[in-house]
């Protein structure tokens, strides 16, 4: 179980999405988790979602 999560609410950021995450994920502490709520969001926030969590499993 991760010693941290990091929650991220996810509506309309396309634009900056990929950018919050790869902050998150670089950190030097690596024992936390990420979990990110899309809220429907119109656009490509839930594919760029997917992609994350495909490739790190602490999305």
Same mark, same amino acid.
């Given at each position: 179980?991760?010693?941290?999560? =990091? ?11 990929? #950018?919050c995450l790869d902050s998150v994920l670089e ?5 936390? #988790? =990420?979990i990110a709520v899309d809220d429907c969001s ?18």
């Amino acid at each position: 179980m991760p010693r941290f999560s =990091v929650i991220v609410p996810v509506f309309k950021v396309q634009g900056y999405l990929r #950018e919050c995450l790869d902050s998150v994920l670089e950190q030097s502490y690596a024992d936390f #988790e =990420v979990i990110a709520v899309d809220d429907c969001s119109p656009d490509g926030c839930g594919a760029i979602l997917d992609e994350y969590a495909a490739r790190d499993p602490r999305v």
